[in-house]
């Protein structure tokens, strides 16, 4: 038995392991709770390499720094495969590895931080994303001040830069003309040890590094990972609280509890329990979010009509909300970022409110069950039963008046009520006023 279980276990130490992580569109904290669980759990589990294919404009910073730690903590050798691109945060993230390899025509750059109006961020943010990259570099042999470069456009590396367009590439005649934001094609990275081979596909770096296709591990996200990269995707995660707040805003409107109420929750629930699970929110927000929900499920069964509590509710939700759009340590931009999703969630939250209102009543569900003309007062109609002449007519009370019951006026038995007195039977009483189909009266002076 133990011959026959080390000859299943001999090509698990004989046949070389290559994981293979795909890098590819947006980078947010999806991706990154993905890389903080499986570099190291394929550290503990052993293998030969780990190889990241890289096509991405970038995303957070903060979901970058994460990777790119989990990458330097990799005790598993890392390489880099830019596969066309890795701006932005992508830089960063193919920095943090062993190697880099970029495909022919491939860029790498343009690091600075932006804003949500892909304006550029503070000195604050460009500071700490100068020396993340510069350190991260350094980490690996790299030069630090061409990382910096990609950062800063007015970092002078001692090279000549050439415009293309809006973005500036190292050239070969030495010089300096800083002032322009750095990126660098697949033959500049190599020639200034940014990048370590050209190759062009994953099976050329397999091949070069004496590994075939049986030896390739695709590591990909689970089922759950997926979803919840989805669903905290910035575009998903501020139309689940647009939706959110829409179903509030319908419940405000009418008593009691009903299907726009438990949408709106279903939406909010999806949108922080997703957050939580890829660690963009702590208890504290959670414990503002319950806080929330129980204020306005107090207006909603408790107190009648819609007031303070439900507003200080709807208050606590958002603050909740706009916390969860930060990251550990916000910078100026991160606010702005977080401010301007939040807006976009209530201010579409009030306009869908207001179409599908202007919508539901053109429909013809709506035709169905309203009057499709008004009744006016200037052609005859009237609310009130016709009494309006009785005002000030005396009668006696037929019943104990509490404060409803029941008169004889001019020979007529009316159902009156009084100003909030009680009436005992047989007393006289006179007409004070008509309120629609009220008949309000007093005791008689």
Request: charged residues 20%; contains cysteine.
């Given at each position: 038995?133990?011959?026959?279980?080390?000859?299943?276990?001999?090509?698990?130490?004989?046949?070389?392991?290559?994981?293979?992580?795909?890098?590819?569109?947006?980078?947010?904290?999806?991706?990154?709770?993905?890389?903080?669980?499986?570099?190291?759990?394929?550290?503990?589990?052993?293998?030969?390499?780990?190889?990241?294919?890289?096509?991405?404009?970038?995303?957070?910073?903060?979901?970058?720094?994460?990777?790119?730690?989990?990458?330097?903590?990799?005790?598993?050798?890392?390489?880099?495969?830019?596969?066309?691109?890795?701006?932005?945060?992508?830089?960063?993230?193919?920095?943090?590895?062993?190697?880099?390899?970029?495909?022919?025509?491939?860029?790498?750059?343009?690091?600075?931080?932006?804003?949500?109006?892909?304006?550029?961020?503070?000195?604050k943010a460009q500071s700490y994303m100068r020396e993340e990259m510069a350190a991260t570099a350094e980490s690996k042999g790299r030069n630090p001040h061409i990382a910096m470069a990609m950062v800063d456009e007015s970092i002078d590396i001692d090279t000549l830069l050439i415009s293309e367009g809006d973005t500036l590439f190292l050239d070969d005649v030495e010089g300096a003309m800083p002032g322009k934001l750095l990126t660098l094609r697949t033959s500049t990275a190599l020639k200034y040890g940014m990048a370590d081979y050209q190759m062009n596909s994953l099976d050329e770096i397999l091949e070069h590094f004496g590994y075939s296709q049986n030896d390739v591990v695709k590591v990909k996200p689970t089922w759950s990972e997926v979803v919840v990269r989805f669903l905290t995707d910035p575009i998903v995660s501020s139309l689940l609280m647009t939706i959110g707040f829409l179903g509030l805003i319908f419940e405000i409107q009418s008593p009691g509890w009903g299907i726009p109420g438990t949408v709106g929750l279903i939406a909010l629930a999806l949108f922080f329990s997703t957050s939580l699970i890829a660690d963009l929110a702590s208890i504290m927000e959670i414990l503002f979010l319950v806080g929330g929900l129980v204020l306005l499920g107090i207006e909603a069964f408790v107190i009648p009509g819609f007031g303070v509590v439900g507003i200080l509710g709807i208050i606590l939700m958002i603050y909740a909300m706009f916390t969860m759009l930060l990251p550990a340590a916000p910078t100026a931009a991160d606010i702005n970022s977080a401010l301007w999703g939040l807006s976009i969630a209530v201010v579409g939250g009030i306009v869908g409110f207001w179409f599908m209102i202007k919508r539901m009543l053109t429909s013809k569900a709506w035709q169905k069950i309203s009057l499709k003309t008004s009744e006016t007062k200037t052609e005859g109609y009237s609310g009130s039963i016709g009494l309006e002449d009785y005002v000030g007519k005396t009668g006696v009370a037929l019943t104990m008046l509490r404060p409803a019951g029941t008169a004889l006026i001019e020979g007529k038995r009316i159902d009156v009520v009084t100003t909030g007195d009680f009436i005992e039977k047989d007393t006289e009483i006179v007409i004070r006023r008509i309120d629609g189909n009220r008949i309000v009266v007093d005791k008689k002076d």
């Open positions: 038995m133990k011959r026959i279980m080390l000859f299943l276990l001999l090509p698990i130490f004989l046949f070389p392991q290559v994981y293979v992580l795909e890098v590819k569109g947006t980078i947010d904290m999806g991706l990154a709770y993905f890389f903080e669980r499986q570099i190291p759990q394929l550290s503990r589990e052993g293998g030969d390499v780990i190889i990241l294919d890289i096509d991405t404009f970038g995303g957070r910073v903060d979901a970058a720094t994460m990777m790119k730690n989990a990458l330097l903590n990799s005790e598993i050798p890392t390489i880099a495969f830019i596969n066309t691109k890795a701006i932005s945060a992508g830089s960063l993230i193919s920095l943090a590895c062993d190697t880099i390899v970029m495909r022919s025509g491939a860029t790498m750059g343009a690091t600075t931080v932006v804003d949500v109006q892909s304006q550029k961020a503070g000195e």
